[in-house]
T-cell receptor, first 114, second 112 residues
Framework: DTEVTQTPKHLVMGMTNKKSLKCEQH?????MYWYKQKAKKPPELMFV???????INESVPSRFSPECPNSSLLNLHLHALQPEDSALYLC?????????????FGDGTRLSIL | DAKTTQPNSMESNEEEPVHLPCNHS???????IHWYRQLPSQGPEYVIH???SNVNNRMASLAIAEDRKSSTLILHRATLRDAAVYYC?????????????FGKGTLLTVNP
């Protein structure tokens, strides 16, 4: 079991649907992250939140909309996704002093776009 | 970000030590060396990290070369559960210190 909880574990959606991925941690971490991982590829950073403010957006398309409503929760809102967006979406958290602190990952949401 | 080079794959036998190498010849003085692993169907898991000195924890040891241009992750007694992709990552303590940039990693196979 990981200390970062992601829901749902699996999600199938059509290209016109709107859905949200959720991530929760109770370790008191003030930095939270979204990564995307395609099959047999390494994870790629999408967004970073620090103290509930967006600090890094790695040029992610606007059909992905992150939200950090409080220090324990991180959402990723999805709208009008494309089939190539099918992937494993990973959430992570860490204390805010990034370089000398490990990131703790959830087990991801496996997303399939029909 | 400074890049790392790892072998694509390695093989080990159960209960034997495993030495996973990583080259990072362009490392800067403020880069930390982090190791993560990813088991099948799971998210990445932190293994160990260090700056200049060798480090030990309950999972592994990290040996860092004196010039810091390479490092080795040591699993002292491999188990079947250690079969995973192992990532060696440099994290800078400067402005982008939140970023983890994953390379392709090393796929470790452990034979019974």
């Amino acid at each position: 079991d990981t200390e970062v909880t992601q829901t749902p574990k699996h999600l199938v959606m059509g290209m016109t649907n709107k859905k949200s991925l959720k991530c929760e941690q109770h370790m008191g971490h003030r930095a939270m992250y979204w990564y995307k991982q395609k099959a047999k590829k390494p994870p790629e950073l999408m967004f970073v939140y620090s103290y509930e403010k967006l600090s890094i957006n790695e040029s992610v398309p606007s059909r992905f909309s992150p939200e950090c409503p409080n220090s324990s929760l991180l959402n990723l809102h999805l709208h009008a996704l494309q089939p190539e967006d099918s992937a494993l979406y990973l959430c992570a958290s860490s204390p805010p002093d990034g370089a000398n602190q490990p990131q703790h990952f959830g087990d991801g949401t496996r997303l399939s776009i029909l | 970000d400074a890049k790392t080079t790892q072998p694509n794959s390695m093989e080990s036998n159960e209960e034997e030590p495993v030495h996973l190498p990583c080259n990072h010849s362009t490392i800067s003085g403020t880069d930390y060396i982090h190791w993560y692993r990813q088991l099948p169907s799971q998210g990445p898991e932190y293994v160990i990290h260090g700056l200049t000195s060798n480090v030990n924890n309950r999972m592994a040891s990290l040996a860092i070369a004196e010039d810091r241009k390479s490092s080795t992750l040591i699993l002292h007694r491999a188990t079947l559960r250690d079969a995973a992709v192992y990532y060696c990552i440099l994290k800078n303590s400067g402005g982008s210190n939140y970023k983890l940039t994953f390379g392709k990693g090393t796929l470790l196979t452990v034979n019974p």
